[in-house]
């Protein structure tokens, strides 16, 4: 072998190695929210040099995000309260991994078309009311007809996603639209729609984050998480001290309107997250007895210690995992 070749081949040599030790890291992730933030900075594409590569998957839905994390296509998502608990009563093999505590009474909401004559949740009683069903609205549905001495027998539950709820908002095929941000808010803006019912009085509910089992017991992918909750816990610092370029970024990002951001952005302030805790479980498993009592739920679901992993603080954790 000459020594001319020998440079190339040694370098041959090293590319594959590096690749053979590459891992994919796949983000399911919503309109909205602190990975979208992240996303929109491009923060993790530094971690390609170390041979992780973060892709992105964006859904209209927590419940969908997680059926493709339980099959293997997503490795880390954020959802509201009920998908987690939808996808294990459904057998899902994830585990609870961080949790965003929400403070806003208004990011998800009740609303009717603006010439409704419906003035109360009471009202709704022999109604079609659309709601993508396994999501956090669903819960937040539920308890908002509970509160007004209604049940889901009491109403006409039309299972929409959000893309196809709002045209059969508009046309008057559902009476009311129990949506979240920001579908929320680019409804109200731009039908005249009115809120008849947001969270007040009923608490706010949190947002988790989930893996597959698969994820946690790869090694390689356990450290992709780690630097990807870290990453998540430094942008929300970053964020709540740049609310205007969080509007700015999601607006050239996802093509919503400033108007509509301007709105939902501060309701989110302050972006946080945090490692699950055991305590964590007691709204979990409160919702998880609300929806099997209503038969909603697709199985039974014990939420126990089995059903997350305890990580350490985040921050803790990236400086030694990172080698930027």
């Keep these: 072998m000459t020594k001319t070749l020998r440079p190339a081949l040694l370098l041959t040599t090293l590319a594959l190695a590096t690749s053979a030790h590459a891992v994919t890291f796949t983000i399911g992730y919503q309109k909205g929210g602190i990975p979208n933030i992240l996303k929109a ?86 109604k079609r009311i659309g709601v993508f069903r396994g999501s956090s609205a669903h819960f937040f549905l539920y308890n908002a007809l509970k509160q007004a001495g209604l049940g889901f027998k009491d109403v006409t539950i039309v299972p929409l996603a959000p893309p196809d709820a709002r045209p059969a908002f508009e046309s008057g095929t559902i009476d009311a639209w129990t949506i979240w941000d920001p579908y929320l808010t680019t409804a109200l803006q731009g039908t005249g729609a009115r809120v008849l019912r947001d969270h007040k009085g009923l608490g706010q509910g949190d947002s988790y984050y989930l893996s597959p089992s698969a994820v946690l017991k790869d090694p390689e992918k356990k450290k992709a998480l780690q630097i990807l909750l870290a990453e998540l816990e430094r942008t929300s610092t970053w964020a ?50 609300a929806f099997t009592e209503v038969g909603v739920l697709p199985g039974k679901v014990s939420l126990s210690a089995q059903s997350y992993v305890a990580l350490p603080a985040f921050k803790t954790v990236l400086g030694k995992l990172e080698t930027k």
């Excluded at 490795?75 to 294990?88: C, H, K, R, T």
């Design 41 to 126: 900075r491009g923060t993790l594409d530094a971690y390609a040099k170390q041979g992780i590569n973060f892709k992105w998957v964006l859904f209209t839905a927590g419940l969908p995000l997680l059926e493709a994390a339980n099959a293997g296509a997503v490795d880390f998502g954020g959802v509201g309260n009920a998908p987690g608990v939808f996808a294990l009563a459904g057998g899902a093999d994830l585990k609870y991994v961080a949790v965003t505590e929400n403070r806003s009474d208004a990011g998800e909401a009740i609303i009717i078309p603006k010439g409704s004559a419906l003035k109360t949740v009471a009202d709704l009683k022999g």
């Design 240 to 289: 709540n001290a740049n609310k205007n370029a969080v509007i700015t970024q999601f607006s050239d990002e996802l093509g919503i309107p400033k108007s509509v951001l301007e709105v939902t952005v501060p309701k989110s302030v302050p972006f946080n997250i945090r490692p699950f805790r055991a305590s964590d479980l007691k709204p979990l498993t409160a919702l998880a007895n």
